[in-house]
Nanobody, 118 residues
Framework: QVVLVESGGGLVQAGGSLRLSCAAS????????MDWYRQAPGKQRELVAH???????NYANSVKGRFTISRDNAKNTMYLQMNNLKFEDTAVYYC????????????WGQGTQVTVSS
């Protein structure tokens, strides 16, 4: 059973930084592509950043140059370093795991709230 637990959210002023973590268990972490999504009130969930099992990354245009996704396979943990936060980054942030080469749906964490005050 895949278990993903996000942490590191909180309240921060605009221009500040936060580091989110996603701890995974029940899977061979290194075989999974990982994603960070976010969902703001009244909006659809959107992909923020993606990292392949091999470490390649890509980002939503809205966060390029400000956010960095990374993973530590030895710790079964993925991270999202968020710098220069903006009010519009306020959302619940979710991590998701998808097994490489699989057509199965991703597994999701419970989310962590990030609130940026202007």
């Amino acid at each position: 059973q895949v278990v993903l637990v996000e942490s590191g959210g909180g309240l921060v002023q605009a221009g500040g930084s936060l580091r989110l973590s996603c701890a995974a268990s029940g899977i061979i972490f290194s075989s999974y592509a990982m994603d960070w999504y976010r969902q703001a009130p009244g909006k659809q969930r959107e992909l923020v950043a993606h990292i392949t099992s091999g470490g390649s990354t890509n980002y939503a245009n809205s966060v390029k140059g400000r956010f960095t996704i990374s993973r530590d396979n030895a710790k079964n943990t993925m991270y999202l370093q968020m710098n220069n936060l903006k009010f519009e980054d306020t959302a619940v942030y979710y991590c998701a795991a998808t097994l490489d080469g699989s057509s199965s749906l991703p597994s999701w964490g419970q989310g962590t709230q990030v609130t940026v005050s202007s």
